[in-house]
């Protein structure tokens, strides 16, 4: 089973739109954290925002916050004011357990086109 | 501020070439990953390293590739001989530990293709 879904191939926003970028994730394991990561056509990976498991609130970091529903294991990425620079390739990851030998899984991504 | 840095960032070869990637971490990061990506897909792990010790290779095709950190610091990954299925991105990342909270930060990888 798919241990992160990300179930949009692609979005279209316009410039200075909010968009959210959708995650759904599987684990038995109650410690976990979620990330999210974006890729421009560069090729780097860029950390944009963490939720722990245990977090009691939502991340937010800037204009990136984290909606995270642990009951329905879903964390997706709220993106406030889009620009056009937020044109990208996004990734949702999750890491399982305290011990970080777990490795961090990944989503097959969401490529975000925002419009003029 | 401090990156992961990476060498060579384009890579052509032609299959049963050998090919070596470098990757320098960020300093003072005890922990260094190795991933692939795949055109059109999320990162793989290959390796991972806690100073010089593998802590997990079970993805890496140990029989073409290998991975070394000998001082715990800097890091080389080979592929010998290569196969057209090995073009890809290869990415470097590195946290300071291995708690599940800590950040992965990424080099800016490096394109093989394989002819």
């Known amino acids: 089973a798919q241990k992160i879904t990300q179930t949009q191939p692609g979005m279209f926003v316009q410039e200075k739109e909010a968009v959210t970028l959708d995650c759904t994730y599987d684990?038995?394991?109650?410690?976990?954290?979620l990330f999210w990561y974006k890729q421009p056509s560069s090729g780097e990976m860029i950390f944009l925002i963490y939720q722990g498991s245990y977090d009691q609130q939502n991340a937010t970091e800037g204009r990136y916050s984290l909606n995270f529903q642990k009951a329905r294991k879903s964390a997706n990425l709220v993106i406030s004011a889009s620009q056009l620079g937020d044109s990208a390739m996004y990734f949702c990851a999750m890491r399982e357990g305290i011990n970080g030998a777990q490795k961090l899984v990944f989503g097959q991504g969401t490529r975000l086109t925002i419009n003029p | 501020e401090a990156e992961v840095a990476q060498s060579p960032r384009y890579k052509i070869t032609e299959k049963s070439q050998a090919v070596a990637f470098w990757c320098d971490p960020i300093s003072g990061h005890a922990t260094l990953y190795w991933y692939r990506q795949i055109l059109g897909q999320g990162p793989e792990l290959l390796v991972q390293?806690?100073?010089?010790?593998?802590?997990?290779d079970s993805q890496l095709p140990k029989d073409r590739f290998s991975a070394e950190r000998l001082k715990g610091v800097d890091s080389t990954l080979k592929i010998q001989p290569a196969e057209l299925g090995d073009s890809a991105m290869y990415l470097c990342?590195?946290?300071?530990?291995?708690?599940?909270?800590?950040?992965?930060?990424f080099g800016p990888g490096t394109r093989l293709l394989v002819l």
């Open positions: 390293f806690q100073d010089e010790s593998v802590v997990d």
């Open positions: 990342a590195s946290s300071l530990g291995t708690l599940a909270q800590e950040t992965q930060y």
């Open positions: 684990t038995s394991d109650p410690s976990y954290g």
